[in-house]
């Protein structure tokens, strides 16, 4: 407590930290800084990609076969995108001196990248069939997918430190936003509706067919020959500049020692705390709610119509939302974003729970759930480049993209540590049984889709006692609630008060 006060009341550390922020916020693209930008834009896309199937389109198409808490298995797949600090400093630290400290890594993990699509894609559609679908297997496979993308997204948050002026580096939170976001929106949003044969035979076909324009399998070999594309093109055609501190060759036992100078810096562990915990509001929300709204009978084309609505919101809000976190204030709008998407996931239960009774989705109901899905998006767009840009200020450029990656790090596991207990509590907390019996003459759970399916080919009906999804969402956001008012709002005015000196390992 004595450090914040006096912190607030130095008004020349206030002056200087106002100056220093301006300083690294305040620039406009131009030049060079275009086009590197549109590169930064282009390798978070190809990230976004396989992020959008393993967190978004694969837990769809296998909501039909299995239950939350298989899905929850699967979940563990998103880890290695929130742990990999535990490599980047060997990212940071080894590299090869002629093809550049960057990309040294990302050229060999996109051409792996693109070699597993293409392996994965004449596979898929297999996997997928059948009836008992091997959970475990699909779990590792993505996990290895998800370890290539985030062995990717380490040594691009470091190029993006380099790859642009000091004066427009709040710029790349902009660039992973929109390129993240579109790989995302591809792989999610437009793949689940060409993959949806009702909304190709309703919008592209004469004759309807009981399967998509797009397949899973032929969506994956696609993008391989994409991402064989652009890395060749990243080979021949783009020079990595070399930079002061490719001068200086870190060992990786080094790099590791500074990490561990970071997290001891005075102020990191109220920082890390914040990123760790902040996104329990969310969770249920983000996990759950699209799920339970198909479960509840809401199309699937519905669904990617209304994200599809929301994408473009999502690039103008990005592209704003770094204009709102320049200042001396970056992170007051991630506050704003904050309290605005726990509201969301209010609305969001409040939809669920009034889903029509009669399965008819009205144009009325579909709006407020469009409505909800815009706002909930502008509010994590918001919240995310305003983070980003915060970090982007805050990082030591003389360890590159170690000090980011750390940050991005554990802002990536507050919302991902949090989604399989989630999951699995949904089922726990749910109390659904059968109408009839099965053939032993006992009661049995139809919770799980497994059960749902015998109880249909019994001829009986799934009674709903109590869905765990209110019971955990609503706990979810009263924790949020609560942590934002007597820890996280506090803390963050804290930290933002502090200049970006203060965050350097070398403070003189």
Not at 8 to 30: F, P, R, V
Not at 237 to 243: H, I, L, Q, S, V
Not at 480 to 506: C, H, M, N, Q, V
Request: net charge neutral; hydrophobic share 50%; charged share 15%.
């Amino acid at each position: 407590m004595a450090d914040r006060n006096k912190s607030n009341s130095n008004d020349d550390d206030e002056d200087g930290k106002s100056k220093d922020i301006a300083e690294e916020t305040s620039g406009s693209l131009s030049g060079a800084d275009t086009w590197n930008f549109a590169l930064l834009v282009i390798l978070y896309l190809l990230q976004g990609v396989p992020v959008g199937l393993t967190f978004g389109s694969i837990p769809f198409l296998l909501k039909a076969k299995m239950s939350y808490s298989q899905i929850g298995i699967f979940s563990l797949a998103h880890y290695p995108y929130s742990m990999k600090f535990l490599w980047s400093p060997i990212v940071d630290a080894v590299y090869n001196k002629d093809l550049g400290r960057r990309k040294s890594w990302i050229v060999p993990i996109q051409l792996l990248t693109g070699l597993m699509f293409l392996w994965l894609g004449m596979h898929i559609e297999d996997w997928m069939a059948q009836e008992q679908i091997a959970v475990g297997t699909l779990t590792v496979v993505f996990f290895i997918l998800i370890f290539f993308c985030a062995t990717q997204d380490i040594a691009v948050d470091g190029w993006a430190l380099t790859l642009l002026s000091k004066e427009n580096l709040s710029y790349a939170s902009t660039a992973q936003t929109i390129g993240l976001n579109t790989g995302y929106f591809l792989s999610f949003t437009v793949f689940l509706a060409f993959n949806s044969s009702e909304f190709s035979n309703k919008y592209f076909r004469t004759t309807p067919q009981d399967v998509g324009l797009v397949p899973l399998g032929g969506y994956l070999k696609f993008w391989a020959m994409m991402y064989l594309a652009i890395t060749l093109w990243l080979i021949f055609m783009k020079k990595e500049e070399r930079t002061h501190s490719d001068e200086d060759d870190i060992g990786i036992k080094s790099v590791y020692k500074i990490i561990l100078k970071i997290i001891r810096l005075p102020h990191m562990k109220s920082f890390m705390l914040v990123l760790l915990s902040a996104k329990i509001g969310f969770i249920a929300n983000d996990a759950v709610t699209a799920l339970k709204l198909l479960e509840k009978g809401f199309s699937k084309e519905d669904l990617a119509l209304a994200v599809l609505i929301d994408f473009p919101f999502q690039i103008i809000f990005g592209y704003y939302a770094v204009r709102w976190s320049s200042g001396a204030r970056p992170l007051k709008p991630w506050l704003w974003a904050f309290f605005a998407h726990l509201a969301c996931c209010v609305i969001a239960m409040l939809l669920v729970y009034g889903f029509p009774a009669d399965g008819v989705v009205t144009p009325t109901y579909f709006y407020m759930v469009l409505a909800t899905t815009v706002a909930t998006s502008f509010t994590s767009t918001v919240a995310f480049v305003s983070m980003g840009a915060f970090m982007t200020v805050i990082a030591d450029p003389v360890i590159g993209g170690t000090y980011m990656t750390l940050l991005n790090t554990l802002s990536n596991f507050g919302g991902t540590w949090p989604r399989f207990f989630v999951l699995e509590a949904v089922d726990y907390f749910t109390v659904s049984t059968c109408s009839v019996v099965d053939a032993k003459g006992q009661d049995f759970s139809c919770a799980a889709e497994p059960g749902k399916t015998m109880c249909q080919d019994l001829a009986g009906e799934c009674v709903l006692q109590q869905d765990g999804y209110y019971f955990v969402s609503s706990i979810c956001v009263l924790l949020g609630f609560l942590s934002l008012i007597f820890y996280i709002a506090p803390t963050i005015r804290y930290l933002e008060s502090l200049s970006p000196k203060k965050w350097k390992l070398d403070q003189k």
